[in-house]
């Protein structure tokens, strides 16, 4: 185990210089980022500065367990070439001790902000949350500028975190998470002129009553001229028969904000924005009027599952998400520039009958765009082999169930995920498929799936049961992203 910053230091110069590093297990990922070494979870303060995204996240570099939090932090300007991860805050001081716990950027005079919650724990592991900010400057130096709030107001617990930064009608706000003293989760909302003094304003109110006992990580973004989409990572619903199936959730509700009254008017149910096994906390950010999301690929208190740590590293991050609003819902796309990872194509072709239809892959790092017209079947099934294991996904079309199942993959978390999904047509699935996450859209992003699997061997194939008509296979390799000293 690494026990100093200076050694941390070299090993991620020594880890990225050999080659031979990068591909030390099977598991390690191609075109996901992930840490050389620690537990990595959510993405935090996602924005685009002097002409990069900096994508910064929690990361504890000692070891696999969720404790010392830092921001580490790449940076990109195409999500193929990388800065090499470093460490851009610790946790060292009174009020961050405990963590430096999630939380936003805002870009603001050509200085970026970061804000996030410092964590600190008493002897009794009494918690108490501090919501802090950061100046960066160009020289690479990140200030941290102490405390903003230094509290959770009356009626509210200690579990009071995540803050996210917008603004509206030249007045900053911030979006916080918490729980009520009854253990409800709930946002908060702070507002400032300055972005330096902060003051209360009041808990978001919507109809969500009851809906679990924390709400971690809020994202309050705009869809379009009249309506904000509340993104928020809840804990503690009750799992239904199509939802819910993970021990926490993240998902969104759109509605009318009122900022004034602050509420959230007129809003949709609930809704899963990924129905996979593995994501949670995601994060969106603007940029050139889209909204992206990035999410971490991982959940929390699920820590055996994720055998990588066997190896020293644990979790990863999605690929950035581009979302859309169509019918009061939200429809995500890999981001436009992610095309650039495309190295060669395998396999392409259109219109073709197949019964049992399979094809074997050199590598297990490929993205695959699949149209199935299944008119003539009532269900279909997909299976990714990897030799005597696989993960299969299958679609009634009568029940319009969609299941993904991991039950025949022997090392790693099991179980099945089943969930409604309508189709018109044909069915469409986009996959990214790297060397322990994979990735799917279907119906052009009215769902996804992420989820991590642990397959004994590299041997790869894709099998279509069934007799169905193929109206569209294209499969292309990726390219494995790079990583380079800043
Ligand atoms: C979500 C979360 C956040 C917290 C962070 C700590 O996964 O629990 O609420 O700030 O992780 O790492």
């Known amino acids: 185990m690494l026990k100093s910053y200076e050694e941390i230091n070299q090993a991620i110069k020594n880890y990225y210089s050999n080659k031979n590093n990068i591909k030390s297990n099977i598991w390690r990922n191609n075109f996901h980022v992930e840490m050389p070494f620690g537990l990595m979870n959510d993405p935090n303060g996602l924005c685009y500065y002097d002409n990069k995204f900096y994508i910064f996240y929690q990361w504890n570099p000692f070891g696999c367990e969720h404790k010392t939090k830092h921001w580490g ?13 470093e460490i851009v805050l610790k946790p060292e001081e009174w009020f961050d001790k405990g963590g430096c716990y999630s939380g936003g950027a805002y870009v603001k005079d050509g200085t970026l902000k970061l804000f996030y919650t410092g964590n600190v724990k008493g002897i009794n592991n009494e918690r108490k949350s501090y919501q802090c900010v950061v100046d960066y400057n160009k020289d690479w130096l990140f200030e941290k500028k102490g405390v903003l709030i230094d509290k959770e107001p009356e009626g509210y617990t200690s579990q009071f975190r995540d803050p996210m930064i917008f603004e509206n009608n030249g007045i900053y706000y911030m979006v ?94 609930f809704k899963e924005i990924d129905m996979g096994f593995d994501f949670y906390a995601p994060q969106v950010f603007n940029h050139k009027g889209k909204n992206i999301m990035i999410g971490w690929i991982g959940m929390p208190d699920k820590d055996k599952e994720y055998l990588s740590s066997e ?56 993205e695959c765009n699949l149209d199935l017209d299944i008119n003539n079947s009532d269900n279909m099934e997909l299976k990714l082999k990897f030799k005597d294991e696989h993960i299969s996904i299958s679609y009634s079309k009568k029940d319009e169930i969609c299941i993904v199942d991991r039950n025949n993959m022997e090392l790693g978390g099991k179980g099945v995920r089943k969930f409604k999904l309508k189709i018109d047509k044909s069915l469409k699935m986009h996959m990214f498929i790297d060397n322990s996450f994979i990735e799917i859209y279907y119906q052009d992003g009215l769902e996804t799936t992420t989820l991590a699997y642990f397959p004994k061997s590299d041997d790869f194939e894709i099998e279509i049961k069934n007799k169905v008509k193929i109206n569209k296979l294209q499969i292309w390799s990726l390219r494995r992203i790079n990583y380079v000293e800043s």
């Not at 932090?73 to 195409?78: C, H, I, K």
């Not at 002129?193 to 973004?221: A, Q």
Request: charged content about 30%; some cysteine.
């Open 73 to 85: 932090l790449v940076t990109t300007a195409d999500f193929i070439n990388f800065t090499n991860p």
């Open 311 to 366: 190896y020293g590293w644990m979790f990863g991050m999605t690929m950035p998400r581009v979302l859309e609003y169509k019918d009061n819902a939200i429809y995500q796309k890999p981001l436009e520039l992610l095309k650039e990872l495309r190295e060669s194509k395998i396999v392409d072709f259109k219109s073709q009958y197949v019964d049992n239809y399979s094809i074997k892959l050199d590598s297990r790092t490929i």
């Open 176 to 269: 916080l998470g918490v729980q009520t003293k009854e253990l409800k989760g709930r946002a908060l909302i702070y507002e400032s002129k300055d972005i330096n003094r902060w003051s209360f304003v009041g808990e978001l109110k919507t109809d969500m009553k009851d809906l679990g006992y924390m709400w971690e990580c809020p994202n309050l973004f705009r869809v379009n001229k009249d309506k904000v989409a509340f993104m928020f990572s809840p804990q503690g619903l009750k799992e239904e028969e199509f939802k819910h199936q993970n021990i926490y959730q993240s998902g969104y509700v759109i509605g009318e904000l009122n900022l004034d009254e602050v509420f959230l008017n007129n809003h949709t149910e």
